[in-house]
């Protein structure tokens, strides 16, 4: 009976999962299993160090469907812990598992670990402005961000892998469903962004930094309001508590104050620059290299600079 | 005609809240506070809705007695009537009490077509009152809405699901939580604030709602919040000549190796 339990329905985010949950192992002495819902992806984890796979075949993997199932499995085999992979499919998952378990749930935990009967995790409040400890007492969940840890590597021995039939919830039917950030573009990868603000007067006006995104081989990305008030760029591009979280070589933030929504989604950038008119705007407090002045001015020349 | 209740949690502002540089500790003697943004957008989509088909809209909010101030403002933006839970359990709660108190809370007041929430909250971010509300209630639960129709007694919604958009109905009774997305809430106007006044509130007693300490005890204990701090290098150019600086942010990227 597996007490530690992960699950994601992304492949690259599941075997993300394995790391804190082989951690946790170590103390609570317990097997992991490892719940998705793609043959592959359940092939591999086979081989990342879960004691057991568990193959979820659903016709439509939406949250409502899932969610019972793999709660009942938890329940079935006495969980623990229950490791969940942070995407929106996974946090409504996530809060109906903790509800039927009558456990706590910590979102977007930073950091794990069990002492006595209980988990401990990090995490963010207040958009970002603090972070504090959560203490759950076990059987606990918690949601993971993708990225938060890297894939362990292979362990050399394979899993068994179990294939369980999921029904579907009737009360909820789906009309259709569309893949969403078909541009192409996943700014999450991105090594460099190029991050865009109000301090843009006009949509035009991004040009000057799509430039010095190409002279720099960086990706264009934004605040929430050139996404959502603006429409300026599509919303996948938008960085913040509730947009993108990035983790990039290079944040270049030009025209934007930083406010802590939004830098929340990048403050763990390896170098931050700021390029702002505005001496005073908190984004300077939280870079590394900055110029004070006019983006209108400054972008041309930066971009100049660097193709020399 | 749709019955529909909006849920809200009146948090602090977090612009409002300092940070001690000495210890790092949270000063939040001077924040205000707000209804937060996100249940914004739940309590505007459901006034939109009544405001354009008819129907009634109420409001049902749990917080420390504070969340008293919360009621005119809540009434501004649209509900008929406003359902309030102010106790002391509310300041170290977590989603499983809230979720315990507002669906007691619901049991209580009675039954209603749609309940919205938020995508989740501006202080704690948890994202679960909706799943949650829904799991106790056994009612089926949409969640990341960025748009939505209510037609007879489907709710017609197109939910986000981080690699796809999906178009999906629910018959009532059911819960659905918004994104900020899905509409701009309204600054209330000057009608709208003295129209508050004359609606009414009801105060809903936590003893009144037949929950044992266990359900009102928090599973996720928060402890030692303290601010986070940027340690960055803070090399910022700033010199009357463009070029001057622009020579030297170009050199400290070559020095990173980022050109």
């Given amino acids: 009976m597996p007490g530690i339990i992960v699950f994601s329905e992304d492949g690259a985010l599941a075997q993300q999962l394995l790391t804190p949950a082989l951690e946790l192992k170590k103390t609570l002495a317990q097997p992991v299993a490892a719940i998705t819902i793609d043959e592959n992806t359940a092939k591999t984890l086979a081989t990342l160090g879960a004691d057991s796979v568990v193959l979820l075949k659903a016709e439509k993997a939406t949250p409502e469907a899932l969610a019972p199932e793999i709660a009942d499995f938890c329940a079935r085999e006495s969980a623990a812990v229950v490791l969940i992979g942070g995407t929106q499919r996974g946090k409504h998952v996530a809060a109906q598992i903790a509800a039927k378990l009558q456990a706590g749930l910590t979102t977007d935990a930073k950091t794990l670990a069990v002492a006595g009967n209980t988990l401990q995790c990090t995490r963010i409040l207040y958009a970002g402005l603090a972070i504090c400890e959560e203490e759950l007492q076990l059987p606990a969940v918690a949601t993971i961000p993708a990225r938060t840890f890297l894939a362990p590597a292979a362990s050399g021995s394979a899993a068994s892998i179990e294939t369980l039939e999921v029904k579907p919830d009737t009360r909820i039917t789906v009309d259709s469903s569309t893949p969403i950030g078909t541009s192409g573009v996943d700014i999450t990868a991105a090594h460099k962004l190029v991050s865009v603000g109000r301090g843009f007067r006009k949509k035009e006006d991004l040009k000057l930094a799509e430039e010095l995104a190409a002279a720099l081989d960086a990706e264009i990305s934004c605040t929430r309001g050139i996404a959502e008030d603006e429409h300026w760029l599509p919303l996948e591009r938008y960085i913040g508590i509730s947009g993108q979280i990035v983790k990039p070589d290079l944040y270049l933030a030009t025209g934007l104050s930083g406010q802590v929504q939004h830098m929340v989604g990048c403050r763990e950038s390896k170098v931050i620059v700021a390029i702002n008119n505005d001496e005073r705007a908190p984004i300077f407090e939280a870079a590394d290299y900055g110029i004070v002045g006019d983006l209108y001015q400054v972008l041309p020349l930066l971009t100049a600079a660097l193709k020399n | ?259």
């Fill in chain 2, 1 to 259: 005609m749709p019955k529909l209740l909006a849920c809200y949690k009146w948090t602090l502002n977090e612009q409002d809240i300092k940070i001690n540089p000495a210890d790092l500790s949270l000063d939040s003697s001077r924040a205000k506070g707000k209804i937060s943004d996100f249940d914004r957008n739940a309590i505007e989509e459901a006034s939109l809705i009544v405001e354009k088909q008819g129907g009634t809209v109420d409001a049902l909010s749990y917080g420390t007695p504070a969340v008293k101030q919360s009621l005119k403002d809540a009434l501004s933006r649209g509900p008929n009537k406003v359902y309030w839970v102010g106790d002391a359990s509310a300041e170290n709660a977590d989603a499983f009490v809230t979720a315990n108190v507002l669906a007691a809370a619901i049991r209580k007041i009675g039954s209603y077509d749609f309940i919205f929430c938020g995508e989740g909250s501006t202080d704690m971010f948890y994202q679960q009152t909706g799943p949650r509300l829904a799991q106790l209630l056994g009612l089926p639960c949409i969640s990341y809405v960025e748009k939505l129709e209510i037609e007879g007694d489907v709710l017609k919604a197109t939910r986000k699901l981080g690699d796809c958009l999906e178009q999906v109905n629910v018959k009532a009774p059911a819960v659905v939580s918004v994104l900020s997305e899905i509409n701009k809430p309204r600054i209330p106007t000057l009608k709208q604030v003295l129209g508050a006044a004359k609606k009414p509130n009801e105060e809903i007693k936590v003893s009144d709602l037949g929950l044992t300490p266990a359900q009102l005890s928090p599973k996720a204990v928060r402890k030692g919040a303290r601010g986070f701090v940027m340690n960055r290098k803070n090399v910022i150019y700033k010199e009357s000549d463009a070029s001057a600086n622009v020579a030297k942010l170009a050199a400290s990227l070559a020095a990173e190796g980022l050109r």
